[in-house]
Nanobody
Framework: QVPLVESGGDSVQTGGSLTLSCTPSRWTWSNYCQAWFHQAPGKERQGVAN???????NYADSVKGRFTISRDNVKNILFLQMNSLNSDDTGVYYCATGASGVEFWDDMGEYVDWGQGTQVTVSS
């Protein structure tokens, strides 16, 4: 059973918007920190945003003002609203969850379960 399942990836034009979703099979979102990571073609996976149970949110500089991370604690769904997309946003997006609070939000090692990713392609 895959611990986390992402959806919402698609092909869009520059300037477009997408909303990614992530649902867990064995976690309760509200108890921990979750994050979205992005892996561009040929590059390492990097943190995009995270959200924790105390309401703290962190964003990579490259997405501040364009992306919003949120969580529905009732439906147990994690979201990433992405606006003003550009070609640099192309790649696979992964959601991840930590077993407890995280110290370095964009460190992959802080998260214990991952999804299989959803592809986002932005073209002009």
């Amino acid at each position: 059973q895959v611990p986390l399942v992402e959806s919402g990836g698609d092909s869009v034009q520059t300037g477009g918007s997408l909303t990614l979703s992530c649902t867990p099979s064995r976690w309760t979102w509200s108890n921990y920190c979750q994050a979205w990571f992005h892996q561009a073609p040929g590059k390492e996976r990097q943190g995009v945003a995270n959200i924790c149970s105390d309401g703290t949110k962190n964003y990579a500089d490259s997405v501040k003002g364009r992306f919003t991370i949120s969580r529905d604690n009732v439906k147990n769904i994690l979201f990433l609203q992405m606006n003003s997309l550009n070609s640099d946003d192309t790649g696979v997006y992964y959601c991840a969850t930590g077993a407890s609070g995280v110290e370095f939000w964009d460190d992959m090692g802080e998260y214990v379960d991952w999804g299989q990713g959803t592809q986002v392609t932005v073209s002009s």
